[in-house]
């Protein structure tokens, strides 16, 4: 097979798996899309929670009651096909991969994916019920509260990718010692400058206020701890020097 047939081929393989995630996206919002007002809810059980007796959610734009618990549902429905999205991803990088890194490679998916999605459910869960407590605990008396549906649905999906992509860290570290781009050692002794980092990022991609971002930096830092605990058991011994 010549060289512009083989970059063919590949092209109508990637459409072909393109295609296939995009239908597994579909099937699953198919149904999402009925419960989409009750997606938003369940979304936004956090805030209401949180917010003052008699106060409730606000929609400013014409289409925001309609588009805001669509995007919702999309969203659900990506999640819950990303396993189908993750493995048509696998099996078009796989023949072109090593043996051992076939190996290596598809538990690396398998954790990446299981750790972005307890990053999500640690902010859902804990995050979430502790920002707006706090917030709404402190807020003068005088405002009437009403957050605007389509603003709290851009909040929560940037504190969802936050924390998504905060809980990958131990995977970049193993990545990392794998790859012998860096040694336990070193990562032990980069530490301090490791836990300033983390405060310094999550001051940025969370909100400004000091209770998400020491709930993002701390989670940062241990999980930087459990990167160089795997590390230990996969870093590759590095060959003596020759005796003279």
């Known amino acids: 097979m010549t060289q512009p047939d083989t970059f063919l081929s590949h092209l109508i393989e990637l459409r072909d798996r393109l295609l296939k995630a995009l239908v597994a996206v579909i099937v699953v919002f198919l149904p999402a899309f009925y419960f989409a007002p009750q997606l938003y809810d369940m979304l936004a059980t956090p805030l209401m929670a949180a917010l003052p007796d008699g106060a409730h959610m606000i929609a400013t734009g014409v289409v925001a009651p309609f588009l805001v618990p669509v995007k919702v549902a999309l969203l659900v429905s990506f999640c819950v096909a990303l396993p189908v999205v993750l493995y048509q991803a696998w099996a078009f990088v796989a023949p072109g991969l090593y043996a051992h890194e076939k190996r290596f490679v598809l538990p690396l998916v398998v954790a990446s994916t299981f750790l972005f999605f307890a990053g999500v459910a ?9 920002v707006f407590k706090f917030v709404y605990s402190i807020a ?10 389509e603003n709290y649905f851009s909040f929560v999906l940037g504190m969802f990718v936050a924390f998504g992509v905060t809980f990958e860290v131990p995977i970049a570290v193993v990545l990392l010692v794998k790859m012998g ?8 002794e980069v530490r301090p400058y490791m836990i300033v980092a983390a405060f310094v990022v999550a001051a940025v991609v969370t909100p400004p206020d000091v209770v998400s971002q020491i709930m993002l930096a701390i989670p940062l ?18 060959e003596s020097s020759p005796t003279s």
Not at 140 to 149: C, G, H, L, T
Not at 181 to 188: D, E, F, G, S
Not at 227 to 233: D, K, T, Y
């Open 122 to 130: 640690f902010c859902y869960f804990f995050v979430f019920k502790v």
């Open 140 to 149: 003068p008396k005088s405002i009437e509260v009403a957050p605007d549906i």
């Open 181 to 188: 781009m860096v040694t336990v050692a070193k990562l032990r």
């Open 221 to 238: 830092w241990m999980l930087y701890e459990v990167g160089i605990l795997v590390s230990i058991f996969i870093e590759k011994p590095r």
